[in-house]
Nanobody, 121 residues
Framework: QVKLVESGGGLVQAGGSLRLSCAGI????????MEWYRRASGNERELVAS???????KYADSVKGRFTISRDDAKSTVYLQMNSLKREDSAVYYC???????????????WGQGTQVTVST
Protein backbone atom coordinates (compact mmCIF):
# COMPACT_ATOMS: atom_id res chain seq x y z
CA GLN A 1 0.00 0.00 0.00
CA VAL A 2 1.37 3.38 -0.99
CA LYS A 3 1.72 5.87 1.82
CA LEU A 4 3.43 9.22 1.53
CA VAL A 5 3.90 11.28 4.67
CA GLU A 6 5.00 14.91 4.56
CA SER A 7 6.57 16.83 7.38
CA GLY A 8 8.54 20.00 7.94
CA GLY A 9 5.95 22.68 7.37
CA GLY A 10 5.43 25.53 9.76
CA LEU A 11 5.62 29.25 10.31
CA VAL A 12 8.70 31.13 9.15
CA GLN A 13 9.61 34.75 8.59
CA ALA A 14 10.15 36.08 5.13
CA GLY A 15 13.71 35.41 4.02
CA GLY A 16 13.93 32.29 6.12
CA SER A 17 14.20 28.64 5.17
CA LEU A 18 12.29 25.42 5.64
CA ARG A 19 12.90 21.88 4.51
CA LEU A 20 9.94 19.70 3.69
CA SER A 21 10.23 15.93 3.78
CA CYS A 22 8.16 13.27 2.10
CA ALA A 23 8.74 9.78 3.43
CA GLY A 24 7.51 6.54 1.99
CA ILE A 25 8.65 6.67 -1.62
CA UNK A 26 9.74 3.03 -1.34
CA UNK A 27 6.07 2.10 -1.28
CA UNK A 28 5.47 3.42 -4.80
CA UNK A 29 5.76 0.72 -7.47
CA UNK A 30 7.38 1.64 -10.79
CA UNK A 31 8.22 5.09 -9.49
CA UNK A 32 9.01 7.56 -12.27
CA UNK A 33 8.82 11.04 -10.83
CA MET A 34 8.62 12.71 -7.45
CA GLU A 35 6.88 16.06 -7.27
CA TRP A 36 6.02 18.85 -4.90
CA TYR A 37 2.84 20.84 -5.44
CA ARG A 38 1.33 23.66 -3.49
CA ARG A 39 -2.08 25.21 -3.18
CA ALA A 40 -2.50 28.67 -1.73
CA SER A 41 -5.86 29.76 -0.41
CA GLY A 42 -8.11 30.67 -3.33
CA ASN A 43 -5.61 29.49 -5.91
CA GLU A 44 -5.27 26.41 -8.05
CA ARG A 45 -2.77 23.72 -7.29
CA GLU A 46 0.67 24.54 -8.68
CA LEU A 47 3.55 22.23 -9.54
CA VAL A 48 6.56 23.57 -7.66
CA ALA A 49 9.30 21.06 -8.39
CA SER A 50 9.83 17.61 -9.82
CA UNK A 51 12.60 15.04 -9.76
CA UNK A 52 12.67 12.08 -12.08
CA UNK A 53 14.32 8.76 -11.32
CA UNK A 54 16.87 9.68 -13.98
CA UNK A 55 17.83 12.68 -11.89
CA UNK A 56 16.38 15.48 -13.97
CA UNK A 57 14.72 18.33 -12.12
CA LYS A 58 12.21 20.98 -13.04
CA TYR A 59 11.07 24.03 -11.11
CA ALA A 60 8.33 26.57 -11.36
CA ASP A 61 9.70 29.94 -12.44
CA SER A 62 8.54 31.46 -9.17
CA VAL A 63 10.87 29.23 -7.11
CA LYS A 64 13.89 28.79 -9.36
CA GLY A 65 17.09 29.55 -7.53
CA ARG A 66 15.37 29.38 -4.15
CA PHE A 67 13.96 25.84 -3.88
CA THR A 68 15.78 22.56 -4.35
CA ILE A 69 14.24 19.12 -4.67
CA SER A 70 16.36 16.13 -3.71
CA ARG A 71 16.06 12.51 -2.77
CA ASP A 72 17.67 10.24 -0.19
CA ASP A 73 17.09 6.63 -1.22
CA ALA A 74 18.56 5.27 1.99
CA LYS A 75 15.81 7.07 3.87
CA SER A 76 13.18 6.63 1.13
CA THR A 77 12.55 10.34 1.41
CA VAL A 78 12.24 13.25 -0.95
CA TYR A 79 13.01 16.75 0.25
CA LEU A 80 12.12 20.26 -0.76
CA GLN A 81 14.62 22.77 0.55
CA MET A 82 13.05 26.20 0.50
CA ASN A 83 15.26 29.25 0.96
CA SER A 84 14.61 32.97 0.78
CA LEU A 85 10.96 32.36 1.47
CA LYS A 86 8.44 34.97 0.46
CA ARG A 87 4.95 35.65 1.70
CA GLU A 88 3.58 34.37 -1.60
CA ASP A 89 5.14 30.97 -0.89
CA SER A 90 2.54 30.44 1.83
CA ALA A 91 0.44 27.42 0.89
CA VAL A 92 -0.30 23.83 1.68
CA TYR A 93 2.47 21.77 0.12
CA TYR A 94 1.84 18.28 -1.16
CA CYS A 95 4.28 15.65 -2.28
CA UNK A 96 3.24 13.37 -5.10
CA UNK A 97 4.71 10.27 -6.65
CA UNK A 98 4.09 9.28 -10.23
CA UNK A 99 3.90 5.60 -11.00
CA UNK A 100 4.49 4.52 -14.57
CA UNK A 101 4.77 0.97 -15.84
CA UNK A 102 4.93 0.86 -19.66
CA UNK A 103 4.49 -2.91 -19.73
CA UNK A 104 1.12 -3.13 -18.00
CA UNK A 105 0.54 -0.20 -18.73
CA UNK A 106 -0.25 1.51 -15.46
CA UNK A 107 -0.01 5.19 -14.70
CA UNK A 108 -1.04 6.74 -11.41
CA UNK A 109 -0.17 9.55 -9.06
CA UNK A 110 -0.17 9.17 -5.31
CA TRP A 111 -0.46 12.06 -2.86
CA GLY A 112 0.60 12.87 0.63
CA GLN A 113 -1.70 14.56 3.11
CA GLY A 114 -0.14 18.00 2.77
CA THR A 115 1.77 20.25 5.12
CA GLN A 116 1.10 23.93 5.76
CA VAL A 117 3.79 26.51 5.12
CA THR A 118 3.14 30.04 6.31
CA VAL A 119 5.56 32.86 5.61
CA SER A 120 5.12 35.98 7.70
CA THR A 121 6.40 39.45 6.93
Amino acid sequence: QVKLVESGGGLVQAGGSLRLSCAGIETVPSLRTMEWYRRASGNERELVASLSTSGSTKYADSVKGRFTISRDDAKSTVYLQMNSLKREDSAVYYCAAEQYDPVTPVMARYWGQGTQVTVST
